[in-house]
């Protein structure tokens, strides 16, 4: 594997992730890196993406909405639309520990 270092504006975000997996696919294909800004508190965006620490030590990259019927529950939707795979999930905002926003993607051309 060939690595290095990429210039990236300051402007970009606060760090980066590697996705693995296809959960996210197609706009954050496996391996892709994607560029996070921090969130103060628990201040969503509803209908962007995320990454989503937990209480219980886990973390998500999921698009975030907030439940019709409880303003206190989150929806984690992943974009590949195989549900069978990669189905929603429900979580409430008292398991959320730490939140950020992602703010781009870099992808490897092929």
């Known amino acids: 594997m060939q690595q290095g270092a990429v210039k ?7 760090f980066a992730v590697r ?3 296809e959960s996210m696919s197609p706009e954050y294909p ?5 560029m996070f800004e ?7 965006t509803f209908g962007k993406d995320h990454l989503i620490w ?3 030590g886990e973390c998500y990259f999921s698009r975030v909405t907030e439940s019709d019927d409880d303003r206190d529950v989150l929806i984690l939707q992943k974009i590949n639309s195989d549900r ?8 409430h905002r008292r398991e959320v520990a730490r939140v950020a926003l992602c ?8």
């Open 8 to 14: 990236v504006p300051r402007d970009l975000g606060d």
């Open 19 to 21: 996705v693995d997996g």
């Open 30 to 34: 496996d391996n892709a890196i994607a």
């Open 38 to 44: 921090t969130v103060e508190g628990q201040q969503f």
């Open 54 to 56: 937990f209480t219980n």
């Open 84 to 91: 069978e795979r990669f189905p929603d999930q429900t979580v």
């Open 103 to 110: 703010v781009g993607v870099l992808i490897r051309k092929k």
